[in-house]
């Protein structure tokens, strides 16, 4: 007992030493700091992500002397200039930010190392270029010959597209003082450090660091800055999360490596609204707009296929059709297996314990299998029916009718209950050539004007799907 006391004292004053050195405890997933180590972030719950690094207080001697430099002022006061905003020249990546980038904004580019953030990057570097607006492009991971080899694939450039390889953010600063360019690409945050602060380059304090310059460059200079960021699942450096909440702007691109399609999803945006996606196709002569989704998602899809069905579902202002397959089989173990992919698989369980309670078929006995088709990733409640009629389906093994889409929100009493937008998830149908539309009977009255064009069948619980399937 005396021992394990005298040992905690030992490590309790070890900690201590530690922490009067300057250093602490960052979280490399959400950048939460604290004084001593935790096995689970308190901030963001994941494991295991605490990583001790040193501090530094003032090292710059800010906060020495506080100076009011303007007055507060009125909202009359102040003067929007409507063309603040410059094309990327990529439409999709134009409508993630919300209608082109804003002078003086900071905007991060998040991904999986190998995505395309560079490719994309690159391409819209081009663009700008062509416009007649400087770009400078920073890279701290490839050199000059590798970027030109890149470049080449893509296209012609012109003299407005400067590069630079360059890690040191004091460099950066003083590159972009000199040459004043109006838009600059940072790739990526990872690889950049500044000399005042001891930790390597990528750990939570630098990344954090260097955003905040990087900040205050853009506020200050009025240069729209792009950041890449890598997600990492191993090792000390600090994700894109760490840097979420300091920036104007997230983006994410996601996406299979092995597929081609990519996406290019807002997450966060002070100027316009998040939730909008850019679909694209990664070719070899870099990324392609796509810019009819639905046919994209839906080509290959099976005719009459049992257990497969076409739901249409809402990224921001944009409906998109995908197709939900199903796979239902008699189990070989007590506890039956559940997966999907590219939805939540609790949500899958929870719909089937409705349709065997409500319907009364037997699926605890089943395994069951869903997939999103094309990789893509969805948890709206809208979802819910398409899922069901797809187990439905399935199950009984009879096909659904390729012509056919479905959408509505389930409740735990098996009814169907009203989603949002369904006028433009019904015209998005229609656009695509189907035929017959199962949608919640409370949506009906919102889709009067729909009415010549598709068959509409309204629907109030699970169990008025037998008629229809
Ligand atoms: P890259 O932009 O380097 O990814 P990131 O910067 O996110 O790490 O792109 C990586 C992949 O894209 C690479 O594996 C090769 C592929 N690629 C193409 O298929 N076509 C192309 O034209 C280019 C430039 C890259
Ligand atoms: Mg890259």
Same mark, same amino acid.
């Given at each position: 007992?005396?021992?394990?006391?005298?040992?905690?004292?030992?490590?309790?004053?070890?900690?201590?030493?530690?922490?009067?050195?300057?250093?602490?405890?960052? @979280?490399?997933?959400?950048?939460?700091?604290?004084?001593?180590?935790?096995?689970?972030?308190?901030?963001?719950?994941?494991?295991?992500?605490?990583?001790?690094?040193?501090?530094?207080?003032?090292?710059?001697?800010?906060?020495?002397?506080?100076?009011?430099?303007?007055?507060?002022?009125?909202?009359?006061?102040?003067?929007?200039?409507?063309?603040?905003?410059?094309?990327?020249?990529?439409?999709?990546?134009?409508?993630?930010?919300?209608?082109?980038?804003?002078?003086?904004?900071?905007?991060?580019? #998040?991904?999986?190392?190998?995505?395309?953030?560079?490719?994309?990057?690159?391409?819209? @570097?081009?663009?700008?270029?062509?416009?007649?607006?400087?770009?400078?492009?920073?890279?701290?991971?490839? =050199?000059?010959?590798?970027?030109?080899?890149?470049?080449?694939?893509?296209?012609?450039?012109?003299?407005?597209?400067? !590069?630079?390889?360059?890690?040191?953010?004091?460099?950066?600063?003083?590159?972009?003082?000199?040459?004043?360019?109006?838009?600059?690409?940072?790739?990526?945050?990872?690889?950049?450090?500044?000399?005042?602060?001891? +930790?390597?380059?990528?750990?939570? +304090?630098?990344?954090?660091?260097?955003?905040?310059?990087?900040?205050?460059?853009?506020?200050?200079?009025?240069?729209?800055?792009?950041?890449?960021?890598?997600?990492?699942?191993?090792?000390?450096?600090?994700?894109?999360?760490?840097?979420?909440?300091?920036?104007?702007?997230?983006?994410?691109?996601? #996406?299979?490596?092995?597929?081609?399609?990519?996406?290019?999803?807002?997450?966060?945006?002070?100027?316009?609204?998040?939730?909008?996606?850019?679909?694209?196709?990664?070719?070899?002569?870099?990324?392609?707009?796509?810019?009819?989704?639905?046919?994209?998602?839906?080509?290959?899809?099976?005719?009459?296929?049992?257990?497969?069905?076409?739901? @249409? !579902?809402?990224?921001?202002?944009?409906?998109?059709?995908?197709?939900?397959?199903?796979?239902?089989?008699?189990?070989?173990?007590?506890?039956?297996?559940?997966?999907?992919?590219?939805?939540?698989?609790?949500?899958?369980?929870?719909?089937?314990?409705?349709?065997?309670?409500?319907?009364?078929?037997?699926? +605890?006995?089943?395994?069951?299998?869903?997939?999103?088709?094309?990789?893509?990733?969805?948890?709206?409640?809208?979802?819910?029916?398409?899922?069901?009629?797809?187990?439905? =389906?399935?199950?009984?093994?009879?096909?659904?009718?390729?012509?056919?889409?479905?959408?509505?929100?389930?409740?735990?009493?098996?009814?169907?209950?009203?989603?949002?937008?369904?006028?433009?998830?019904?015209?998005?149908?229609?656009?695509?050539?189907?035929?017959?539309?199962?949608?919640?009977?409370?949506?009906?009255?919102? !889709?009067?004007?729909?009415?010549?064009?598709?068959?509409?069948?309204?629907?109030?619980?699970?169990?008025?799907?037998?008629?229809?399937?």
């Amino acid at each position: 007992m005396r021992d394990a006391y005298a040992f905690f004292k030992a490590v309790l004053k070890g900690k201590n030493m530690a922490k009067s050195k300057g250093s602490a405890f960052f @979280c490399k997933e959400c950048g939460y700091e604290s004084a001593k180590w935790f096995g689970q972030c308190p901030a963001c719950k994941e494991w295991n992500t605490f990583v001790e690094e040193p501090v530094i207080k003032d090292a710059t001697g800010r906060k020495k002397t506080v100076t009011l430099s303007e007055a507060p002022v009125t909202l009359s006061q102040i003067s929007v200039e409507t063309d603040d905003r410059i094309s990327s020249g990529i439409g999709e990546l134009d409508r993630v930010l919300g209608g082109g980038i804003i002078k003086g904004s900071l905007v991060l580019v #998040g991904g999986d190392p190998g995505i395309g953030k560079s490719t994309l990057l690159i391409q819209m @570097c081009r663009h700008i270029a062509k416009e007649n607006h400087k770009v400078l492009y920073i890279s701290g991971e490839e =050199s000059l010959k590798q970027i030109k080899l890149r470049a080449e694939r893509i296209g012609e450039f012109n003299d407005n597209l400067t !590069l630079m390889c360059e890690t040191n953010l004091d460099n950066v600063e003083a590159a972009l003082k000199k040459y004043t360019p109006e838009v600059v690409i940072i790739d990526s945050i990872q690889t950049m450090y500044r000399e005042e602060i001891g +930790s390597a380059p990528g750990s939570v +304090s630098q990344v954090r660091e260097s955003t905040s310059v990087l900040m205050q460059l853009a506020k200050g200079l009025g240069i729209s800055i792009f950041i890449v960021g890598h997600v990492t699942k191993e090792g000390v450096v600090a994700g894109p999360r760490v840097l979420e909440h300091m920036v104007d702007t997230v983006l994410y691109f996601e #996406g299979d490596r092995q597929a081609a399609y990519r996406i290019l999803r807002s997450v966060k945006n002070r100027f316009g609204s998040t939730n909008e996606i850019g679909v694209f196709e990664m070719r070899e002569n870099g990324l392609m707009e796509v810019l009819n989704a639905s046919e994209y998602m839906l080509s290959g899809r099976p005719e009459d296929a049992p257990g497969s069905i076409v739901v @249409c !579902l809402m990224e921001g202002t944009r409906p998109i059709l995908v197709e939900i397959q199903a796979l239902v089989c008699r189990t070989n173990f007590n506890l039956p297996r559940r997966t999907a992919v590219g939805t939540d698989p609790n949500r899958v369980n929870l719909l089937m314990a409705v349709i065997e309670k409500r319907m009364g078929l037997r699926l +605890s006995e089943c395994d069951a299998y869903i997939n999103i088709a094309g990789g893509l990733r969805i948890n709206e409640p809208a979802l819910d029916l398409g899922i069901v009629m797809a187990i439905l =389906s399935n199950y009984k093994n009879k096909e659904i009718g390729s012509r056919t889409i479905a959408f509505g929100e389930v409740g735990l009493a098996g009814e169907i209950r009203a989603v949002s937008q369904a006028e433009m998830r019904v015209a998005e149908a229609v656009k695509l050539g189907f035929e017959k539309c199962i949608v919640p009977s409370v949506c009906l009255k919102s !889709l009067e004007k729909l009415k010549g064009k598709i068959e509409l069948v309204g629907v109030k619980s699970i169990n008025d799907l037998i008629g229809i399937m």
